[in-house]
């Protein structure tokens, strides 16, 4: 009998298979009865756990190879297995051993007043599993057939990058939420993509059909369904094919008005096969990427490295670099505070980085220098008050200096804000900044008191809820009063259902995700901005 299930669209796109539910591996293992060999299956099961999270971190980019890397380092500390392996030594089997020892070591976690480690048992959940699915040899992702429908409760990114997408398919979850790291995932690599299901993950199984932009799954679909589907698939086929083809054009609105659109990235390696003509230049490089390496912090010769790498790539179209936004969603472990109870309103952003100047002034000397080879824009993150800035500001400036008595080249590149603390966003006048971004992400967060990483509240963070809306008018305002140059990079900007709310408030210039541009080129060619009523309109 066909049954529908509602959730939330988190990735576009439409899909028929068969579902595969992901449940975690507990194939039975035949215990060897003397506990040194069950002390080498579990040594054997963590080494090949380590081994696929390696693999895996080839393949990866980005926040996704900073969570591997996380995962890998946990697996390198002998004490997340002693446990494991004291109940060996006393006579347990390997498999329970391991699930036992991880069940307290994850209750710890999620009982945890530290809001970082209750998020970090989703990193645990995922290591048990696959170090279990080791040991019972039920190797979790090799058993997902290419192009099913993936249905979990919720699933670590270590498990999405595991699965071969190549064949297409879809991930529906049952929980989760659409701004989590395998929702991000997920549309990055443009798999169609459904959370907050809220059914029991029993009910899905047979064949299934994924409506991602209407946020629908309906199992064991009847005819009508079916049919439906047909239509859509061929639409959503157009429509893939059109975005390829506008992602080339300029983005001009209905009525003549141009829009400028630049990418975010949080790896220069997404640049690899992408032509810069397709964008306006980078809004937003997320420099957090080059934070997660096990190996200590980055130096100022990588980080000049890479930045001057993307610098290139644009041609002499501009690139915003952002300082490090280190801590809230982007925890780098080891640096970011451990002990915070709401890490989202702590020592995060430029907070962090004005506590830890050594740090920042490494990255502003590469930035400086990276400055010489292209035309790039440094960008603040979390501002909060101007003095925060002139501080940053009297920073970049001595250390343009001391580069320049060294005789070390460097350019002193303008210095820009995000918006996306209240605050600032209130108080827009009061910041001297060369150029401001709206950061939409953590704006609507903090607006709406609703955790961007919390499924259950995501509909209060909408970014074109009224609040939202007279904010970004209000900054549009503050900017064009004093000539300063204005664009969003929050994921409302690369939303074709948001781009013509954005566009009404005044803003003119977005910031996306590559996949993304096309779609967007297409949305904002549809508007016609005379068509809004002047009450809802910034005057042009
Ligand atoms: C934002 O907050 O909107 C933003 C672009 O930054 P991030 O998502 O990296 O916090
Ligand atoms: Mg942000």
């Given at each position: 009998m066909e049954k529908r299930f509602a959730g939330r669209p988190a990735s576009p796109g439409i899909a028929l298979g068969a579902l595969f539910p992901l449940t975690i591996g507990t194939g039975a293992r035949v215990a060897s009865g003397a506990a040194e060999s069950e002390a080498e299956a579990l040594r054997s099961a963590l080494y090949a756990a380590r081994a696929d999270l390696k693999g895996l971190i080839e393949r990866s980019t980005g926040d996704a190879a900073a969570i591997l890397e996380f995962q890998v380092a946990l697996l390198e500390d002998d004490v997340l297995a002693e446990p494991a392996f004291s109940a060996i030594a006393a006579g347990r089997v390997a498999d329970h051993a391991w699930l036992h020892a991880m069940q307290q070591e994850i209750a710890g976690y999620e009982l945890s007043d530290d809001e970082y480690f209750r998020a970090r048992a989703a990193d645990l959940y995922d290591l048990r599993d696959r170090v279990l699915a080791h040991l019972t040899g039920s190797a979790i992702e090799a058993a997902v057939p290419p192009g099913a429908i993936v249905a979990a409760v919720d699933l670590a990114p270590s498990r999405f990058l595991g699965i071969d997408w190549s064949c297409g398919g879809a991930l529906v979850l049952t929980a989760g939420s659409t701004t989590s790291h395998v929702a991000m995932l997920a549309r990055s690599r443009g798999i169609p993509a459904v959370t907050g299901l809220g059914v029991d993950l029993a009910e899905l199984s047979g064949q299934a059909l994924v409506d991602a932009h209407r946020g629908m799954l309906i199992v064991n679909p009847g005819p009508a369904a079916r049919a439906q589907f047909d239509c859509d698939a061929k639409a959503d086929a157009i429509a893939r094919a059109l975005a390829a083809a506008a992602a080339m054009r300029p983005a001009v609105t209905a009525d003549g008005t141009p829009i400028r659109i630049m990418l975010n990235i949080?790896?220069?390696?997404?640049?690899?096969?992408?032509?810069?003509?397709?964008?306006?230049?980078?809004?937003?490089?997320?420099?957090e990427f080059l934070f997660h390496d096990r190996h200590g912090l980055p130096d100022e010769e990588q980080q000049y490295a890479v930045y001057r790498r993307i610098a290139e790539w644009a041609q002499g179209r501009p690139v915003t670099i952002r300082t490090l936004d280190a801590g809230g969603d982007k925890p780098i472990p080891g640096f970011t505070?451990?002990?915070?109870?709401?890490p989202f309103l702590g020592v995060r952003g430029l907070r962090l980085s004005l506590a830890r100047p050594d740090v920042f002034r490494t990255q502003l000397r590469a930035l400086a220098r990276a400055a010489m080879h292209g035309h790039v824009k440094i960008m603040l993150p979390?501002?909060?008050?101007?003095r925060e800035l002139a501080l940053a500001r009297s920073i970049l400036d001595a250390e343009v200096g001391a580069l320049a008595a060294a005789g070390i080249p460097a350019r002193r590149a303008s210095l820009g804000i995000m918006i996306e603390v209240p605050a600032a966003a209130i108080a827009a006048d009061q910041f001297d900044a060369d150029f401001f971004s709206v950061g939409s992400n953590d704006l609507a967060q903090y607006v709406a008191a609703?955790?961007?990483?919390?499924?259950?509240?995501?509909?209060?963070?909408?970014?074109?809820q009224p609040a939202m809306l007279r904010l970004f008018r209000h900054v549009v305002g503050a900017a064009r009063a004093r000539d300063i140059d204005l664009s969003l990079c929050g994921d409302a900007g690369g939303d074709s259902r948001t781009i013509p709310a954005l566009l009404a408030t005044g803003l003119r210039s977005l910031s996306m995700a590559p996949a993304l541009v096309g779609g967007a080129k297409r949305a904002v060619a549809a508007i016609?901005?005379?068509?809004?009523?002047e009450s809802e309109r910034w005057p042009t």
């Open positions: 949080s790896d220069p390696r997404e640049l690899a096969d992408l032509d810069p003509a397709i964008c306006d230049g980078i809004g937003l490089v997320r420099t505070p451990a002990a915070e109870s709401n979390m501002v909060t008050q101007p609703a955790g961007r990483d919390i499924g259950a509240v995501a509909d209060l963070a909408d970014p074109t016609d901005l005379r068509s809004i009523p």
